[in-house]
């Protein structure tokens, strides 16, 4: 379905047309002053300058035109050269009815379907998922959804960091305490355990202590380094410990994702790629592009309009290690071999944003990738606590993911329990759904690349701006038609017949459903999740404020009161499908 403020947009290119001006001023834009109007047109002041003609002039003329049009119920042009204008009812009313048959409630898929990888999540192995990783994930797993909303073809890639030195010191603390284990006896020839010997908390426990430890004695360091050099060269006994590092970890990490409803189609690795690094470093010297530099090897990046220094990208350290940019530009060279994506996005940290930057530019200018292949860095800021400082637990450490989304579910559970009786099983599910809407919402409802506090009382209240809210009025409009029901009302293919023209709460749910093909279109051009929760809250109010000034299941005349169920129906299938598109759900009862 073509968006209302096209539709308008044509009419008013037509009107420019009919009256001798070029079309491209018949642009339309949301009023700015609601008060006066839905819509307006501010081209009649740009042509006045192009045709040396009273912009008053020009817009009488246009108005005139559009006066003729049944999609509007007012047009007028007011000083200097404005043109404002109200839909009419009946349009809108057809409009809605379209909505509710079309697939995607209006909302058309992309043209050219892409294929478009999002590398997001970026968990490490071994370590704790912490909240830093939250942030990519639920962003991430949006702009995923969003794309397949419009029709692309998503792949989503968790890009597992498991190739560093964290590697190395697992092992060596290990080797330290469990020295007997058969992985450090080199002389061992048959097969390794196929049970892991430590667990998910073990692990956890092992390597936050070695990287303390590793700091105060270099010896340790220097060993681990050595470990890590081992392993990434061939050690079977490490490679038996490293592959049993990746079973628990991954598992404890798809339990956790689980929870936050958060889903990878590709569990890569940053080992996957290193195959790929030998080949690409020959061709990057072999074309030369890449050149020696105080012994390591680099690709110069820097550009003639640069403002900031830009350092060359390092491919190779000067004792030929590779590096976290060498994983990821061949894991470039890896996507483009498997995928041949036209898109590649990236949700991580704002604060690697320079780095993707060289990265990029060394895949462009080495022709990692075709010249039209996009690679977008989305950065994201810092999620803070409420005293403006990186989230911490109330004893000052690092926040585990797990222990965050438990404080968040009982605070919800205390919500759910306090004012109504419900069975505790049935309380702690619900709090566990609202839960997440709260954890999600908090945090997209920010522009992606702004620092947030997460304030745990404000996200998880039922008013205002905040997921709990949406779900409370998905519930109430769901509440409402369950009872149509029970009445004997049916909402299958329900259409609305008939509105009172002069009933604005009607009118204004009406124009703000029919905005959700731009909003999502939009969002997901701008990679840019927030928009949608700033729309629906914006129809949760909406909707709210005709809920409190309308009689829907007490109106009397029939064909009035199913035209409002047509539009409840609309309004939670909307609300429902950008919940979903943001990754959560909402409850049945609340
Ligand atoms: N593992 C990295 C980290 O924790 C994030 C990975 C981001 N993705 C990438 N392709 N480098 O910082």
Same mark, same amino acid.
């Given at each position: 379905?073509?968006?209302?403020?096209?539709?308008?947009?044509?009419?008013?290119?037509?009107?420019?047309?009919?009256?001798?001006? $070029?079309?491209?001023?018949?642009?339309?834009?949301?009023?700015?002053?609601?008060?006066?109007?839905?819509?307006?047109?501010?081209?009649?002041?740009?042509?006045?300058?192009?045709?040396?003609?009273?912009?008053?002039?020009?817009?009488?003329?246009?108005?005139?035109?559009?006066?003729?049009?049944?999609?509007?119920?007012?047009?007028?042009?007011?000083?200097?050269?404005?043109?404002?204008?109200?839909?009419?009812?009946?349009?809108?009313?057809?409009?809605?009815?379209?909505?509710?048959?079309?697939?995607?409630?209006?909302? $058309?898929?992309?043209?050219?379907?892409?294929?478009?990888?999002?590398?997001?999540?970026?968990?490490?192995?071994?370590?704790?998922?912490?909240?830093?990783?939250?942030?990519?994930?639920?962003?991430?797993?949006?702009?995923? &959804?969003?794309?397949?909303?419009?029709?692309?073809?998503?792949?989503?890639?968790?890009?597992?960091?498991?190739?560093?030195?964290?590697?190395?010191?697992?092992?060596?603390?290990?080797?330290?305490?469990?020295?007997?284990?058969?992985?450090?006896?080199?002389?061992?020839?048959?097969?390794?355990?196929?049970?892991?010997?430590?667990?998910?908390?073990?692990?956890?426990?092992?390597?936050?202590?070695?990287?303390?430890?590793?700091?105060?004695?270099?010896?340790?360091?220097?060993?681990?380094?050595?470990?890590?050099?081992?392993?990434?060269?061939?050690?079977?006994?490490?490679?038996?410990?490293?592959?049993?590092?990746?079973?628990?970890?991954?598992?404890?990490?798809?339990?956790?994702? $689980?929870?936050?409803?958060?889903?990878?189609?590709?569990?890569?690795?940053?080992?996957?790629?290193?195959?790929?690094?030998?080949?690409?470093?020959?061709?990057?010297?072999?074309?030369?592009?890449?050149?020696?530099?105080?012994?390591?090897?680099?690709?110069?990046?820097?550009?003639?309009?640069?403002?900031?220094?830009?350092?060359?990208?390092?491919?190779?350290?000067?004792?030929?290690?590779?590096?976290?940019?060498?994983?990821?530009?061949?894991?470039?060279?890896?996507?483009?071999?498997?995928?041949?994506?036209?898109?590649?996005?990236?949700?991580?940290?704002?604060?690697?944003?320079?780095?993707?930057?060289?990265?990029?530019?060394?895949?462009?200018?080495?022709?990692?990738?075709?010249?039209?292949?996009?690679?977008?860095?989305?950065?994201?800021?810092?999620?803070?606590?409420?005293?403006?400082?990186?989230?911490?637990?109330?004893?000052?450490?690092?926040? &585990?993911?797990?222990?965050?989304?438990?404080?968040?579910?009982?605070?919800?559970?205390?919500?759910?329990?306090?004012?109504?009786?419900?069975?505790?099983?049935?309380?702690?599910?619900?709090?566990?759904?609202?839960?997440?809407?709260?954890?999600?919402?908090?945090?997209?409802?920010?522009?992606?690349?702004?620092?947030?506090?997460?304030?745990?009382?404000?996200?998880?209240?039922?008013?205002?701006?905040?997921?709990?809210?949406?779900?409370?009025?998905?519930? &109430?409009?769901?509440?409402?038609?369950?009872?149509?029901?029970?009445?004997?009302?049916?909402?299958?293919?329900?259409?609305?017949?008939?509105?009172?023209?002069?009933?604005?709460?009607?009118?204004?749910?009406?124009?703000?459903?029919?905005?959700?093909?731009?909003?999502?279109?939009?969002?997901?051009?701008?990679?840019?999740?927030?928009?949608?929760?700033?729309?629906?809250?914006?129809?949760?109010?909406?909707?709210?404020?005709?809920?409190?000034?309308?009689?829907?299941?007490?109106?009397?005349?029939?064909?009035?009161?199913?035209?409002?169920?047509?539009?409840?129906?609309?309004? $939670?299938?909307?609300?429902?499908?950008?919940?979903?598109?943001?990754?959560?759900?909402?409850?049945?009862?609340?």
């Amino acid at each position: 379905m073509k968006k209302i403020i096209d539709l308008i947009t044509e009419e008013a290119a037509k009107a420019f047309k009919e009256c001798g001006h $070029e079309e491209k001023y018949g642009m339309i834009s949301v009023s700015n002053r609601p008060d006066l109007c839905e819509y307006q047109c501010n081209g009649a002041m740009a042509a006045a300058k192009a045709y040396k003609k009273a912009p008053i002039m020009i817009a009488n003329e246009v108005v005139e035109k559009l006066k003729e049009h049944k999609m509007f119920e007012m047009v007028e042009a007011v000083m200097p050269g404005f043109i404002n204008m109200k839909l009419d009812m009946e349009f809108l009313k057809e409009y809605m009815n379209e909505m509710l048959a079309s697939e995607n409630y209006g909302c $058309e898929k992309a043209e050219q379907a892409k294929t478009i990888m999002i590398d997001y999540g970026g968990p490490n192995v071994a370590k704790p998922l912490h909240v830093g990783h939250l942030r990519s994930a639920i962003i991430g797993e949006s702009i995923k &959804r969003m794309g397949r909303f419009m029709g692309h073809k998503v792949i989503g890639d968790v890009h597992l960091g498991d190739w560093g030195l964290q590697m190395g010191l697992i092992i060596t603390e290990l080797k330290k305490r469990q020295p007997d284990l058969v992985y450090f006896d080199e002389s061992f020839q048959g097969e390794y355990p196929k049970d892991a010997p430590f667990t998910i908390s073990e692990l956890e426990e092992i390597y936050p202590a070695a990287s303390a430890y590793s700091k105060e004695h270099p010896e340790y360091k220097e060993e681990a380094m050595q470990a890590t050099y081992l392993l990434q060269h061939g050690s079977r006994g490490y490679q038996a410990l490293w592959n049993h590092i990746l079973e628990i970890s991954v598992n404890d990490l798809k339990k956790n994702y $689980e929870k936050l409803n958060v889903e990878f189609d590709l569990w890569k690795k940053e080992s996957d790629a290193q195959p790929y690094i030998p080949e690409m470093v020959q061709y990057m010297k072999d074309n030369g592009y890449a050149y020696l530099s105080d012994g390591a090897l680099v690709v110069d990046v820097k550009e003639e309009s640069d403002t900031k220094e830009i350092p060359p990208c390092m491919i190779l350290k000067s004792d030929g290690a590779s590096l976290y940019n060498t994983t990821d530009l061949a894991t470039i060279v890896e996507r483009m071999k498997l995928f041949d994506p036209d898109e590649i996005i990236y949700v991580v940290d704002k604060r690697q944003e320079l780095y993707f930057e060289q990265v990029f530019r060394c895949a462009r200018k080495t022709k990692l990738v075709k010249e039209n292949t996009g690679l977008r860095f989305l950065g994201f800021g810092t999620m803070n606590g409420k005293d403006g400082k990186p989230f911490k637990t109330r004893a000052g450490g690092v926040m &585990r993911l797990e222990h965050l989304i438990g404080e968040i579910n009982e605070e919800m559970y205390q919500k759910i329990t306090q004012n109504h009786e419900v069975e505790p099983e049935e309380a702690k599910n619900t709090a566990q759904i609202v839960g997440l809407s709260a954890i999600k919402y908090g945090d997209l409802s920010n522009q992606a690349s702004k620092d947030y506090v997460f304030d745990i009382d404000r996200f998880t209240s039922f008013e205002g701006n905040t997921g709990p809210y949406i779900l409370y009025t998905i519930v &109430r409009i769901k509440s409402i038609l369950n009872k149509y029901m029970e009445q004997g009302g049916k909402v299958e293919n329900i259409k609305a017949v008939k509105f009172d023209s002069s009933n604005e709460s009607v009118k204004s749910l009406l124009l703000e459903t029919a905005r959700f093909n731009g909003v999502i279109e939009n969002a997901f051009a701008e990679i840019a999740p927030h928009k949608v929760c700033c729309y629906i809250y914006n129809l949760a109010n909406t909707f709210n404020h005709f809920y409190h000034e309308t009689k829907i299941l007490g109106e009397e005349e029939e064909e009035t009161k199913e035209s409002y169920i047509a539009l409840l129906v609309l309004t $939670e299938k909307v609300l429902e499908c950008c919940i979903d598109v943001l990754g959560f759900e909402a409850a049945e009862r609340m």
